[in-house]
């Protein structure tokens, strides 16, 4: 990384040291950096648990690793996995399962599946954020398997919205200077904010998807998600959506239903794989589990619930 790749924006943040920046991406200088392709019309996202397949009633990163790969590996690109990282006292992380190993093993997730991590920087002004420690910890998931990082454009609050644009490009430009192929995903619930910063991300969150579908069931009645489809605007040729009817902040899709068969969960999921951008579904819709479970007993209740082995 050279500081003429950075520098203009780093002067529209008023950051002139150029000394503690290439301290930083000096520390980085001898990582072997391995790109992955960039999304196409196969690419879709798994939302797993790192901690949801248990062995002995202990989370088990080998088992869930082992049953990925032999279950969803065939058709599933990207994991994006949560309740992950091992800083449990730092807050702009996603929650630890304390029994879960150091996300440094999750490079024998890589050889198979492509990896979104989380950044939540939860800065409330501008005085709690220190931009380079935070831009470290975007690089280090980088260094470790991430291809696309979702950012959650809320956890910047009390900066302002032009800042926040002038630090989603720096990080644009840091991940796709490391890996090309690598995708800023930008996050926020109020659809009229997240297009704010629509020029910065590469793929685009669309968080009111799911209560459209909902309300379509529940009305039995299309109308509304088909003018809302209508109003979905192309993105650049090299952007797109991401879509989805459950995802980590929110339960399952299907805990929203009235009806929760098979032929509505199907159907559900059908609106989601048709749609413009990557689509991403929940584990624990595909598998059924509300919970961690033990391996076995997962691979029992597939068998024996027709309901489940069929959603599935």
């Known amino acids: ?137 975007l690089i280090e998931r980088l260094a470790y398997g991430a291809t696309k990082i979702r950012v959650h454009v809320e956890s910047f609050r009390g900066i302002e919205p ?20 690598a995708q800023l995903i930008v996050a926020n619930e109020r659809v009229d904010s997240v297009l704010n910063f629509e020029e910065e991300a590469d793929v685009v969150c669309h968080f009111d998807l799911s209560s459209h579908v909902i309300l379509a069931f529940a009305q039995a ?12 605007h192309s993105l650049r040729a090299n952007q797109t959506y991401f879509n989805f009817l459950s995802s980590a902040e929110r339960d399952p899709f299907e805990k929203n239903l009235m009806d929760t068969n098979p032929d509505v969960i199907l159907a559900a999921h059908s609106v989601l794989l048709s749609l413009q951008g990557i689509p991403l579904i929940d584990y624990r819709t595909l598998f059924g589990v509300s919970q961690p479970v033990e391996q076995e007993d997962l691979v029992r209740a597939l068998k024996r619930d027709p309901d489940r082995l069929r959603v599935y």
Do not use: C
């Open 162 to 181: 032009e800042r926040v644009k002038h630090i989603l490009k720096l990080w644009r430009t840091i991940m796709h200077t490391y890996k090309p192929n």
């Open 221 to 232: 009645n299309v109308t509304r998600l088909t003018d809302w489809a209508r109003q979905v």
């Open 1 to 137: 990384m050279k500081w003429e790749t950075i520098e203009e924006v780093l002067l529209e943040l008023g950051e002139t040291s150029q000394e503690k920046w290439e301290r930083l991406f000096e520390k980085w200088s001898d990582h072997r950096w391995h790109d992955h392709e960039r999304p196409s019309e196969k690419t879709n996202v798994l939302l797993v648990d790192a901690g949801f397949i248990l062995t002995d009633g202990r989370a088990n990163l080998e088992a869930l690793h082992q049953w990925l790969a032999d279950h969803v590996q065939t058709t599933v690109s990207d994991l994006y996995l949560v309740s992950l990282f091992p800083y449990q006292t730092k807050q702009q992380d996603t929650a630890i399962d304390s029994r879960v190993q150091l996300f440094e093993d999750l490079g024998r997730f890589t050889d198979e599946f492509d990896l979104i991590y989380e950044m939540t920087p939860e800065a409330w002004n501008e005085s709690q954020l220190d931009l380079v420690t935070v831009t470290d910890e």
